[in-house]
């Protein structure tokens, strides 16, 4: 009965290569996020979608893009990924603006 | 722009001593306060929240009291476990910003038995 839930968990890969990270929440929730977190733990928004619209782009590359199927789904894919993308990808979910519950966090390592 | 400044860790303590770690925000709105809490190899864990002036947040035997006329949120607890050794977020968000998580760096804490 996991509240946000992401997919992997762990992610190696090659520069160059094309991957997503899923999310998922079973909250019952309108609005979904995503944040980076840097080697040096320093978490920053990436983007939020709400009711599956876009309505936060933070400066992220145009090489990531979300995409939200369903109000309860928000995948982030990168193109072309590079070593400064290694980081840990956190999802996260709220309902009327306030309380954002967070996923397990997904490990980026580009090699 | 909004942005939260939190005290530089580690902070290093024993068992059963008194934590504070201090955070103290700009915000160009009214903002809502967090702490979070990260523990080792985890994800984030929301700690306690504060959505109002003067609203004080508690949980696990942790508190913050949202002091507007000082800007800061500043986290206590009396008696510090061994288990409550991880980095601690102090947070804000704006409504009218899209309800974005403005982080402040972390404070990694250490407790010793």
């Known amino acids: 009965d996991t509240a946000v839930s992401q997919t992997p968990k762990y992610l190696v890969t090659q520069m160059g290569n094309d991957k997503s990270i899923k999310c998922e929440q079973n909250l019952g929730h309108d609005t979904m996020y995503w944040y980076k977190q840097d080697s040096k733990k320093f978490l920053k928004i990436m983007f939020s979608y709400n009711n599956k619209e876009l309505i936060i782009n933070e400066t992220v590359p145009n090489r990531f893009s979300p995409k939200s199927p369903d109000k309860a789904h928000l995948n982030l894919h990168i193109n072309s990924l590079e070593l400064g993308d290694s980081a840990v990808y956190f999802c996260a979910s709220s309902q009327e603006w306030v309380t954002q519950y967070f996923g397990p966090g997904t490990r980026l390592l580009v090699l | 722009g909004d942005s939260v400044t939190q005290m530089e860790g580690p902070v290093t303590l024993s068992e059963e001593a008194f934590l504070t770690i201090n955070c103290t925000y700009t915000?160009?709105?009214?903002?809502?306060l967090f702490w979070y809490v990260q523990y080792p190899g985890e994800g984030l864990q929301l700690l306690l929240k504060?959505?109002?002036?003067?609203d004080k947040g508690s949980n696990k035997g942790f508190e913050a009291t949202y002091r507007k006329e000082t800007t800061s949120f500043h986290l206590e607890k009396g008696s510090v476990q061994v288990s409550d050794s991880a980095v601690y977020f102090c947070a804000l968000a704006i409504k009218a910003a899209g309800n974005k998580l403005t982080f402040g760096g972390g404070t990694r804490v250490l407790v010793k038995p």
């Open positions: 504060a959505t109002k002036a003067d």
């Open positions: 915000a160009t709105g009214y903002p809502s």
